[in-house]
């Protein structure tokens, strides 16, 4: 079973940066996209970015300008750069493969706070 792990999550003060990383137990690319996830307190989990196969990304609307997705060179890694941090952004971040999901990680925790 491939298992998703998150990393790079911390606590940072409003307007810095993060890049989390996501590494997979085995090679997941190939046909398919990346996203990334949150889940700030009390809320439904929200797609962040996306990847597809042909390397195009997408964002939401929170996102765009300050975050990107990339893929490592690796077929099984993605990464999250985070800018311009905002209190607002403090979630669990999770990785997944898109549209067909896998069992999901354990996350890592970002939280933007002074």
């Known amino acids: 079973q491939v298992q998703l792990v998150e990393s790079g999550g911390g606590l940072v003060q409003p307007g810095g940066s993060l890049r989390l990383s996501c590494a997979a137990s085995?090679?997941?690319?190939?046909?398919?996209?990346m996203a990334w996830y949150r889940r700030a307190p009390g809320k439904q989990r929200e797609m962040v970015a996306i990847?597809?196969?042909?390397?195009?990304?997408n964002y939401a609307d929170s996102a765009k300008g300050r975050f990107t997705i990339s893929r490592g060179n690796a077929m099984n890694t993605v990464y999250l750069q985070m800018g311009s941090l905002k209190p607002e952004d403090t979630a669990v971040y999770y990785c997944?493969?898109?549209?067909?999901?896998?069992?999901w990680g354990q996350g890592t925790q970002v939280t933007v706070s002074s």
């Open positions: 085995t090679s997941i690319f190939g046909a398919y996209g």
């Open positions: 990847i597809d196969s042909g390397g195009t990304t």
């Open positions: 997944n493969r898109h549209p067909i999901p896998l069992p």
